[in-house]
């Protein structure tokens, strides 16, 4: 079964900088799309950032210029730096994977969380 190593979430100040890593650790799987979510308290989980096997990335207009998403194939890492933040980027983020074990199906795995609270 897959766990997730997650870090670098914190308390910063507006128009600081945060990276966040998340390793996906254990064996017999294969690793496709990779990215990061967001969820405030009463409200839904939004995405922050995608990343795809061969690199391609994806970003909603909210973080677009200041988010920058890579990953580490050899590693099973995915990475986010966050730069410029925001009050409003104040929230539970959460790292995902589509994994697929042997010939199954293609599924979705989430991280525990880290929070991240940007606050002067």
């Known amino acids: 079964q897959v766990q997730f190593v997650e870090s670098g979430g914190g308390l910063v100040q507006p128009g600081g900088s945060l990276r966040l890593s998340c390793a996906a650790t254990?064996?017999?799987?294969?690793?496709?799309?990779m990215g990061w979510y967001r969820q405030d308290p009463g409200k839904q989980r939004a995405l922050v950032a995608s990343i795809s096997r061969d690199g391609n990335t994806n970003y909603p207009d909210s973080v677009k210029g200041r988010f920058t998403i890579s990953r580490d194939n050899a590693r099973n890492t995915v990475y986010l730096q966050m730069n410029s933040l925001k009050p409003e980027d104040t929230a539970v983020y959460y790292c995902?994977?589509?994994?697929?074990?042997?010939?199954?199906?293609?599924?979705?795995?989430w991280g525990q969380g880290t929070q991240v609270t940007v606050s002067s």
């Open positions: 254990g064996t017999m799987f294969s690793i496709y799309g």
């Open positions: 995902y994977a589509n994994l697929m074990y042997g010939s199954g199906p293609q599924r979705r795995y």
